[in-house]
């Protein structure tokens, strides 16, 4: 049986010219309350470094000025020797500008000699390339990042199979599903949810209850460990979601922030339970059925409803 203790880290709103090395002072902060609670991985927001860029209008420099190069550079290596001191991993999320130019919205996994293990990139990137008329604040990752292009990997890391999701990939059950199939344990996701995301009162008004919906669902219907940290409160004048969560194979919730600034949560993780859920109700090798779902076009949109099977036309 592998028990492990993990951890949340919540932020609190981060502002426009808080300079990095203001945020990674709170987030070693954090690492060390978790530490303190025996947590060996902590889990960082998306974009954790910054303030949430993508809601404003920004070109060339004043752009770039929000990515990383190869991390860690000056301003986040106390986070890399903290986690090395202390022996304790973390997953970050960041801005990523490769070496040839390109952006992606990134996570990094890091071990416990804090040396970097792998990488993930977003690959459901919400909102708009191009700025919406009317909007009290924007939401441009599709104008700032590409999507993601290295799949859904799944790391041995911590003594589990160790994934990564950044926060609007959680609404997405494909996503969930190709960690699943490959035997993810536990996974990882940073998020930054605004409260006004789809600009539908009905729909907003349920940002918490979706929130929980989605990734509860993920860990029950893939058997594994969720531990989801948000940045949250008003940032910049924007009201982010908290509620970060520690989430069983259950889809129970096992550990919840309270408040809307920084804040750790920890829970201690049964990696056995996963396995309970895998070898009987969501053994997908043996009860999943592919070849009833092959009639599934794969393709981006919604456009015309799909043609009928055979079987539905009564053929
Ligand atoms: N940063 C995000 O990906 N936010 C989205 C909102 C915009 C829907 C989310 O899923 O929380």
């Not at 990095?20 to 998306?46: C, I, K, N, Q, T």
């Not at 792998?118 to 590409?146: I, M, N, S, T």
Request: glycine residues 10%; contains cysteine.
């Amino acid at each position: 049986m592998t028990r492990l203790i993990v951890a949340a880290a919540q932020m609190g709103p981060v502002a426009r010219h808080e300079p990095r090395s203001a945020a990674v002072a709170r987030m070693v902060a954090l690492m060390r309350a978790a530490h303190a609670r025996g947590a060996r991985l902590v889990v960082f927001p998306e974009l954790a470094l910054t303030s949430f860029f993508p809601r404003w209008i920004l070109e060339g420099d004043a752009l770039e000025a929000w990515f990383e190069g190869p991390l860690p550079g000056p301003e986040a290596r106390p986070l890399f020797e903290t986690a090395a001191a202390l022996g304790v991993g973390f997953v970050l999320g960041y801005a990523e500008r490769t070496a040839d130019g390109r952006h992606f919205n990134s996570a990094l996994l890091v071990g416990a000699d804090g040396q970097v293990i792998g990488r993930y990139r977003k690959v459901h990137l919400p909102g708009h390339d191009a700025p919406q008329p009317g909007r009290a604040f924007q939401h441009l990752e599709k104008r700032y990042f590409l999507p993601g292009d290295l799949g859904f990997p799944v790391f041995p890391a911590f003594g589990a199979r160790l994934g990564m999701l950044i926060c609007n990939d959680r609404r997405w059950p494909e996503a969930w599903r190709c960690l699943g199939l490959q035997g993810a344990e536990l996974v990882c996701l940073g998020y930054n949810t605004p409260l006004d995301h789809t600009g539908h009162a009905e729909i907003d008004s349920l940002s918490a209850f979706h929130n929980h919906l989605s990734m509860q669902a993920g860990a029950y219907q893939n058997a594994l460990w969720v531990v989801a940290a948000a940045k949250c409160g008003r940032e910049e004048g924007s009201d982010m979601l908290g509620q970060s969560a520690i989430i069983a194979p259950s889809g129970q919730i096992v550990a919840m922030a309270a408040g809307l600034d920084d804040e750790v949560i920890c829970a201690e993780i049964d990696l056995g339970m996963g396995r309970r859920y895998r070898e009987t109700i969501f053994d997908l090798a043996r009860h999943r059925e592919p070849g009833a779902y092959r009639l599934i076009v794969e393709r981006k949109g919604a456009g015309d409803p799909l043609p009928l099977s055979p079987a539905a036309r009564g053929a």
